[in-house]
């Protein structure tokens, strides 16, 4: 069964950092895409952070420059480096993935894919 838990979100002030982490188990073939979205206030859950099954990542233009997704495959886990953080970033954030391998921008970036979420964990930038 394919778990994905969350950890890291709080609050900080606005120009700070925060790091997310997930664990994501269960899969017994190669790792799939996974991914970062989140939800702010106002606004739909939307893909901001994306890894492929190669280790290539893309970003959603709000974040691009500031965040950076990376995975520790000796600790299985999918972290989320947010740095320059503004009061637009404040909302929900969850880790999600693919159920099978996949390689390209297309397809880590086709949200609908992500089957698999964690319970998500809120990040608040003040200011």
């Known amino acids: 069964q394919v778990q994905v838990v969350e950890s890291g979100g709080g609050s900080v002030q606005s120009g700070g950092s925060l790091r997310l982490s997930c664990v994501v188990s269960?899969?017994?073939?190669?790792?799939?895409?996974m991914a970062w979205f989140r939800q702010t206030p106002g606004k739909e859950r939307e893909g901001i952070a994306f890894i492929d099954s190669d280790g290539h990542t893309a970003y959603t233009e709000a974040v691009e420059g500031r965040f950076t997704i990376t995975l520790d495959n000796a600790k299985n886990t999918l972290d989320l480096q947010m740095n320059s953080l503004t009061l637009e970033d404040t909302g929900m954030y969850y880790c999600a993935a693919q159920r099978h391998e996949c390689s390209g921008s297309f397809v880590m970036t086709y949200t609908i894919l992500y089957v698999y979420w964690g319970q998500g964990t809120q990040v608040t930038v003040a200011s």
């Open positions: 269960g899969f017994t073939h190669r790792r799939p895409c």
